[in-house]
RNA sequence: GCUCCCUUCGUCUAGUGGUUAGGACGCUGCCCUCUCACGGCGGUAACAGGGGUUCGAAUCCCCUAGGGAGUACCA
């Protein structure tokens, strides 16, 4: 267990060049500091696709410029924080690959080192104790809501000089009253805020836990963040955090918040638009990087690139391209992403990754085909890996009925005597091989006289049970000899009854 | 209510004063073709509205409208 009070650790938090040129590997020019961001997520709820993106930009940016990531469950909330969504955020994290270098850090370990703050804000006059019940804050907030006025604790307790009896109170943070705070944002630019429209927020709540936008920033300033990578609808906090900073005596780090990402129809990311918990896309069958590759692309874009790999992200990734409206979520294309993924990686990795679908689908990969050679089959014909190994089962498993449509239109009377024809010269193949078999169909459809699909689709429903699959060598070759042979008999039973019941 | 943010094809976006406003997904036509795909060549469709500034605005400024976030002893 690291010792959080040592923070920050010996690294070069404001290395001037030589040590920062050195490391950076992507030579980014007037680099003063070695780059150190995190993923603070909160286990109140899973980890979707929001939180996803904001942490692959952390992670994207920190990699690219030879930095650290680190991760931090912020769970001050002990009431709404469980086991299970910290759970899925690692186990979401350790899917896409997003390593962190330090953590996962925990914010309900560090409650002394909160309390050791409060305590000396407190004797510093920088907090002070507040005594208002939640009854008497909630009628200030009508009262003003009602006159029009904004909305903020009107600090009646700021220089209250005895303690009220009976009473937890809870801290108070002694905000500036006067000024303007600036926000540099790396990608909203400047932002300005008045402080005489900040209030004066609770840092700890009368059970002396810290509050979130305290514990922020004691740990941004621990762990020596250097860029802070967020959602924006931590803009309005973070006039309030720069100002703690400074009271902690603490450099402010780069901001860069980062546009929402809502649903299809443009209203929050939710349950009905498909799946929250990025675990469901793995169940799915997406790739991890191109469940990556479609999230990067939502709200950061390099010219008219469309597909990354992974290493590319972070080659190309800058803040700067990142741009400054929210952006929806388009399913459509994620697809198209995954199934250019799936193309773009190599046979023997796809076969590898197709392997628990298959389990999943309650096939089983001794029974049929290498994954592999599967996986080079479809490669062309697959969204997801779901759908591949869906579309792959009857390579593993027989079926029971023929496709009605398919049957009617391909196993006809006209049929009989090619397809019989084929089986034969399959049957008598001393090697199965495409070549092989190849040959023998284009033989039996030159000596009959007819064109490839003429025999080729009465084949491919026969032995598929459907009408759609891969090249007719291919497909034939991936079920097997014995297995082809067996359902092109079958299928020259089925037609001689029909014919039979034609007469 | 108040504070802050945002606004280019249906969607993701390029664009930083002069472009026939480009690309991608989707949809669609044709081609390729043993099916389905993949691929190729086309088509469809956008600068929220109004004022300025300028010889010239998607680009700069102002206003309006619409959307979003925050305004918690949630994070």
């Not at 009989?416 to 459809?445: F, H």
Request: contains cysteine.
């Amino acid at each position: 267990m690291r010792n959080f009070a040592q923070y920050p650790p010996d690294v070069p938090v404001n290395c001037s060049g030589s040590i920062a040129k050195q490391i950076c590997p992507q030579s980014c020019s007037g680099d003063l500091m070695i780059v150190r961001t995190r993923f603070a997520p909160s286990p109140t709820g899973v980890l979707h696709l929001g939180s996803v993106r904001t942490a692959l930009f952390c992670w994207l940016y920190a990699r690219h410029h030879g930095g650290n990531f680190i991760l931090r469950i912020e769970d001050t909330d002990r009431q709404r924080s469980t086991d299970e969504n910290v759970e899925a955020i690692l186990e979401g994290m350790a899917w896409l690959g997003l390593d962190w270098d330090e953590g996962p850090f925990y914010q309900s370990r560090r409650f002394d080192r909160y309390q050791e703050v409060v305590e000396q804000w407190l004797q510093d006059g920088k907090a002070y104790h507040c005594y208002c019940s939640k009854a008497e804050t909630d009628a200030l907030r009508e009262q003003q809501m009602a006159a029009g006025d904004r909305v903020r604790y009107d600090g009646r307790c700021r220089d209250l000089r005895k303690p009220r009896s009976g009473v937890d109170p809870v801290v108070r943070f002694r905000n500036p009253l006067e000024g303007e705070v600036v926000v540099n944002d790396k990608v909203r630019g400047t932002v300005v805020f008045e402080n005489a429209q900040l209030d004066d927020l609770i840092i700890a709540r009368s059970d002396g836990s810290p509050t979130y936008n305290f514990s922020v920033i004691v740990d941004d300033y621990d762990m020596g963040i250097t860029h802070v990578i967020r959602g924006d609808d931590h803009l309005n906090n973070t006039p309030r955090q720069m100002n703690m900073l400074a009271a902690l005596g603490a450099e402010p780090p780069e901001y860069a918040h980062l546009p929402m990402i809502l649903g299809a129809d443009r209203a929050k990311l939710s349950k009905r638009h498909g799946a929250v918990d990025i675990r469901d896309y793995e169940e799915q069958g997406y790739l991890p990087a191109a469940m990556l590759n479609y999230l990067v692309r939502l709200g950061w874009s390099h010219g008219d690139q469309e597909i990354f790999s992974v290493g590319e992200m972070i080659s190309v990734f800058d803040i700067a391209d990142v741009n400054q409206s929210a952006s929806s979520f388009n399913p459509e294309k994620l697809r198209w992403i995954n199934q250019q993924h799936i193309m773009a990686k190599p046979a023997k990795e796809l076969g590898q990754a197709l392997l628990p679908y298959l389990l999943k689908a309650g096939l089983d990969p001794a029974r049929g085909p290498n994954p592999s050679d599967v996986a080079a089959a479809f490669h062309e014909r697959a969204e997801t890996l779901t759908q591949m190994a869906a579309s792959a089962r009857y390579c593993y498993e027989n079926f029971t009925v023929i496709e009605a449509n398919a049957a009617k239109k391909n196993l006809r009377p006209v049929v009989l005597e090619p397809l019989q024809a084929v089986r034969e010269r399959l049957a008598a193949l001393p090697e199965w091989t495409k070549e092989g078999i190849a040959a023998a169909i284009e033989e039996t459809a030159a000596s009959f006289n007819l064109n490839l699909g003429k025999i080729g689709q009465p084949i491919r429903v026969a032995v598929t049970g459907g009408a759609v699959s891969p090249p007719i060598d291919v497909t034939v070759w991936l079920v097997g000899q014995e297995r082809t042979i067996r359902r092109l008999d079958h299928a020259l039973e089925l037609i001689a009854e029909r014919a039979a019941a034609n007469d």
